[in-house]
């Protein structure tokens, strides 16, 4: 609870000191965007993983999508969609959810290349990610057994920004009406398919343009506005 009291950069960098060589200290070592730019301004990485459970210390990434948000623009030349080499069997319950099958996994690359890759891209950017804590602890998972150290990142929840709106008006949901699926509705967004680590990325990204369209304005809509508090 205590290092929630210093600012993420200051925790980046005494991170970044302890970290073994590789490329989660060469990620920790670029700066953090500053709470107080624009939103409408800064670099985002839209991201969304495809996994065997909801435990990052127990189950495996399937697969990762991502695609770039430069400032109010999403940028598809960026997008990227990876599976991930499994060592066991994805469990039945899992593969009906994503439609990954083991064969298809078989194809995958290492969780380390895929990782290798990853990180640069995040560097200096704030993650978007719906129910960003899913995708924040498997990452760490993966920083902690590939790296032996912890993953940072200033971060913008959308199903969490959604979440605030709603308390700010005393507005009465249900936690269905948080759904990325459901949001997008509210904001007029076309229908995805859903469990598509790209697809869903890419659904997160534009779900936030249209968040960040409706504070719009005259005036600043600086980057605190939006962070998840980690």
Known sequence: ????????????????????????????????????ADSRRVQCL????ETTGLDPKN????????????????????????LVHQQQAIPEASAVIHQITDDAAAQGESLAAVMADLL??????VLIAHHARVELGFINSA?????GGRFLIPTIDTQRVSQQWF???NQVYRPGELRLGT???RYNLPRYRAHDALVDALAAAELYLAQLAERDGNHP??????????
């Open 183 to 185: 949001l997008r509705n």
């Open 46 to 49: 839209a991201l969304d993983l």
């Open 120 to 125: 640069p891209l995040l560097a200096g950017k």
């Open 143 to 147: 920083c902690e057994r590939l790296y």
């Open 59 to 82: 189950d495996a990434i399937i697969s990762f999508g991502w695609v770039a948000v430069n400032g109010n623009r999403i940028d598809l030349a960026t997008a990227q969609h990876r």
């Open 167 to 169: 308390e700010r008006r």
């Open 1 to 36: 609870m205590l290092e929630r009291l210093f600012s993420l950069d200051y925790r980046r960098r005494r991170l970044a000191a302890k970290t073994p060589p590789g490329p989660l200290r060469d990620y920790l070592e670029v700066p953090f965007v500053s709470r107080r």
């Open 221 to 230: 809509l600086p980057l605190r506005d939006f962070l998840l508090r980690l």
